[in-house]
């Protein structure tokens, strides 16, 4: 959580909650465990995953290929075929989405989960 001012300021209106020393920056290892924090604190929260038509990025485990051609890929609500990249993972409130894109198939779930795990090089 970023902290205008000193720690002392910030506790006298709110709290400050962290794992980590103040001055330590956000980075790819403690993403996992901010995320956790702030999901906690909240009672909806959403990751949200870019989806893009850029399919040379399919190839990157990190990103999950949506190919319409198929029926989990045709189930999914998309357009055209795309890729579900989790390189860059935003958490946000529940009520904040504008849009559902679509929805996937518990086959295409457990292999976004596997990109989920690339991206923050779990095992």
């Given at each position: 959580?970023?902290?205008?001012?000193?720690?002392?300021?910030?506790?006298?209106?709110?709290?400050i909650l962290t794992q980590?020393?103040?001055?330590?920056?956000?980075?790819?290892?403690?993403?996992?465990?901010?995320?956790?924090?702030?999901?906690?604190?909240?009672?909806?929260?959403?990751?949200?995953?870019?989806?893009?038509?850029?399919?040379?990025?399919?190839?990157?485990?990190?990103?999950?290929?949506?190919?319409?051609?198929?029926?989990?890929?045709?189930?999914?609500?998309?357009?055209?075929?795309?890729?579900?990249?989790?390189?860059?993972?935003?958490?946000?409130?529940?009520?904040?989405?504008?849009?559902?894109?679509?929805?996937?198939?518990?086959?295409?779930?457990?292999?976004?989960?596997?990109?989920?795990?690339?991206?923050?090089?779990?095992?």
């Open positions: 959580m970023e902290t205008p001012g000193h720690p002392e300021r910030a506790t006298s209106s709110g709290a980590f020393p103040f001055n330590r920056p956000a980075d790819k290892q403690t993403f996992p465990i901010r995320n956790r924090i702030v999901a906690g604190m909240t009672l909806g929260t959403v990751v949200v995953a870019e989806v893009t038509k850029n399919l040379t990025m399919a190839s990157d485990p990190a990103c999950l290929s949506i190919d319409m051609n198929t029926p989990d890929g045709s189930a999914t609500g998309l357009v055209r075929d795309s890729v579900v990249s989790c390189l860059v993972l935003v958490t946000v409130y529940a009520d904040a989405v504008d849009q559902v894109l679509g929805t996937l198939s518990p086959t295409l779930k457990r292999k976004l989960d596997d990109c989920l795990k690339a991206a923050l090089g779990l095992p």
